[in-house]
Nanobody, 124 residues
Framework: QVQLVESGGGLVQAGGSLRLSCAAS????????MAWFRQAPGKEREFVAVISKNYNRYYADSVKGRFTISRDNAKNTVYLQMDSLKPEDTAVYYC??????????????????WGQGTQVTVSS
């Protein structure tokens, strides 16, 4: 069992930065692929970024070059550094964990543990 708790969301102006954190319970954190998803009002949840246990990183095209995912296994924490934020980045951001890592990492059905979400609002 893994529990995930996100933090770091808030209100920021366009062009600004935020860093989200996701703290995980459990001793097996290092074996999980960790991802960030987001859901804007009236839209489906979408993939943002993933980092595997071997530190392979993949990003959605919409955030590539602006967002950076990282992990600190000693702290059981995954981060999402978000720079050059745009109003369209406004959403609830969720952290997710997957004990396996497949080619379907962009599919939220692959992930079995989820956090409660943290709101990110980018004003224009």
């Amino acid at each position: 069992q893994v529990q995930l708790v996100e933090s770091g969301g808030g209100l920021v102006q366009a062009g600004g930065s935020l860093r989200l954190s996701c703290a995980a319970s459990g001793r097996a954190f290092s074996i999980y692929a960790m991802a960030w998803f987001r859901q804007a009002p009236g839209k489906e949840r979408e993939f943002v970024a993933v980092i595997s246990k071997n530190y392979n990183r993949y990003y959605a095209d919409s955030v590539k070059g602006r967002f950076t995912i990282s992990r600190d296994n000693a702290k059981n924490t995954v981060y999402l550094q978000m720079d050059s934020l745009k109003p369209e980045d406004t959403a609830v951001y969720y952290c997710a964990a997957d004990p396996t890592f497949s080619g379907s990492f962009y599919d939220d059905q692959e992930y079995i543990y989820w956090g409660q979400g943290t709101q990110v609002t980018v004003s224009s």
